[in-house]
């Protein structure tokens, strides 16, 4: 049975790998600073979504993002990696989204992308760290969901059959298509990209990418020929979306404050490493019966 | 109407530790709030044997469903429960754990509400928010507090227009205190089927493991833990004898973990587990903020570190210039000669 893969995809700071210059003086994220990337769990995603497709023939795999022109580097790296094709929500009103706002852009995506079997993600961006939108698609579009897979088993004949990750252990559940998967960075690693599909998609771009080189866009004929190496870019109005539930003013949640962390430094004591040292220290836990 | 309600999560038919914690914590914010806290239970052949884990922590309501399929969780059941119930009671704030059960519920029914959800909070107050914007004012809001940007900030967060507002916490966060152990709170035993469609039991979990965690990390009094600077897998060795003769337990940076020196398990920190222990020995650990936003409520907080300049020694109470592979045998020593 031929599927219809949708994986939805982030393209997120680098925020495992900070460095002194990633917060600004005012204590604002400095984001020029941090490298921008395909989230790792999302990655874990796509392979799950690969691996469907490798096991169903006939099946697409469609990589679904939402964010700036320069996001569609995510579709192209899916695309590098056995994507089929990709999509690109962009539009002004979709900023300052919160979770909510997020969901509802994607799932209007979703609905009109339609007759999804697999819409599969990563269990949650390392910019936020919530594993939200997930869940907040599938109930929007009324859908059941696996969160936290591990492994898709197997999916035959409108079946899925999942081992997840649950707290202190495992589960495997049974669910029917079509579903909303969010997938755990404990499952298999995404392969590489190939480099035929490099060489197949490297030009591959959204129009807002393109816009800008105008005339300079480099090879511009063959965009012409080779419809595939335009992505699809939507805005709100493309995806028929309500401008009043996107962006911002579709946000319930508004950040009232950030802070820096400061940690409230403490009158510390400072000993060496001497016996006499370590033994006062170790004589001092005891007599306060702290240890022992 | 307008109760701070908790949902509580379990295992067969215990109450989930994090659950305590928030009904505690939700006590508090209704006291503040002046309204009651309620909470909703639901599983299988629970009826009777929840009731007494529930209510001490001053529940003034608590709503059992009890039904085939409802135990083991499964999302679209507990999703319905949740939003019908929610409809008719209609609560200002909702907490949930942020374990992996609350992170697939919370979001579901925060988007069938149109609600904001704040995952994974550190701290939850009740304070005033100011719209300059908009030019409102409004009082008595759930500040929800979370490290955000890897740990990197901390962003206080507030949903002034929609209702519930809801947070999820994870376990070892907020401290769990029996109020009143005969707390005079009302059961209600609802009707499932009027809550639950029969089409929501459409996942079926087929094989489940759940084992007991290997550590005590969350309940240890005392804690060893080490960082990168242990240098290897065989560096940890000297922390465990040094737990096995102060009967504590270890603990890792994540630094440690993601180097092969331990377990992932053992991991303390925001992505890891959240402990307060009498005593924290921290071995080799520089302190990355998201490491010490997992520890830093610790009693007495011991560094040994070789660095002078590590972080983590600005919180510490007792910072030990040196380097652990001298001054842990001396740790070890001194207490084999001198307890009991």
Known sequence: MSLKIVVLAKQVPDTRNVGKDAMTPEGTVNRAALPAIFNPEDLNALEQALRLKDQNPGSTVGILTMGPPRAAEIIREGLYRGADTGWLLTDRLFAGADTLATSYAISTAIKKIGDCDVIIGGRQAIDGDTAQVGPQVAEKLGLSQITYAEEILSCENGKIVVRRHIDGGVETVEAQLPIVITVNGSAAPCRPRNVKNVMKYKRAMVPMEMEPMGENLPYKDIYAKKLYLTLNQWSVADVNGDPQQCGLSGSPTKVKAVQNIVFQAKESKTLTSSDADVDDLMKELLANKIIG | ?340
């Open chain 2, 1 to 340: 109407m307008n109760n701070v309600f908790v949902y509580c999560e379990i295992e067969g038919t215990i109450v989930a530790e994090v659950s305590q914690e928030l009904l505690t914590k939700g006590r508090k914010l209704a006291n503040k709030l002046g309204v009651q806290l309620e909470a909703v239970v639901a599983g299988t052949g629970i009826t009777d044997k929840v009731q007494q884990q529930i209510i001490p922590y001053g529940v003034d309501k608590l709503y059992i469903f009890d039904a085939e399929g409802l135990f083991p969780y499964t999302s679209k059941p507990h999703t319905s429960i949740l939003v019908n119930i929610f409809k008719e009671e209609k609560p200002q704030i909702c907490l949930m754990g942020a374990t992996v059960i609350g992170r697939d519920l919370g979001p579901r029914v925060s988007s069938s509400l149109k609600s904001g959800l704040t995952a994974d909070c550190t701290q939850l107050e009740i304070g005033e928010h100011d719209d300059k914007k908009l030019g409102k004012h409004y009082d008595n809001l759930l500040y929800q507090i979370r490290p955000a940007f890897g740990g990197n900030i901390v962003a206080t967060i507030v949903n002034p227009e929609h209702r519930p507002q809801m947070a999820t916490v994870r376990e070892g966060v907020m401290k769990k205190e029996i109020l009143d152990a005969n707390y005079n709170g009302e059961t209600i035993i609802a009707d499932v089927a009027k809550y639950v469609p029969e089409t929501d039991y459409v996942v079926k979990v087929i094989d489940r493991h759940v084992e007991k965690a290997k550590n005590n990390l969350k309940g240890s009094p005392i804690i060893i833990a080490g960082g990168y600077g242990m240098g290897s897998k065989q560096g940890f060795d000297m922390l465990y004898k040094l737990a096995k003769e102060l009967h504590g337990e270890v603990g890792a940076s994540r630094a440690a973990v993601d180097a092969g020196f331990c377990d992932h398990d053992m991991q303390i920190g925001q992505t890891g587990v959240t402990v307060r222990p009498k005593v924290y020995i921290a071995c080799g650990i520089s302190g990355q903020i998201q490491h010490i936003a997992g520890m830093k409520e610790s009693g007495i907080i011991i560094s040994v570190n070789a660095d002078p300049n590590a972080p983590i020694n600005t919180i510490a109470d007792y910072v030990i210039n040196g380097p652990v592979e001298v001054v842990i045998p001396k740790m070890i020593k001194y207490y084999k000669e001198n307890s009991k």
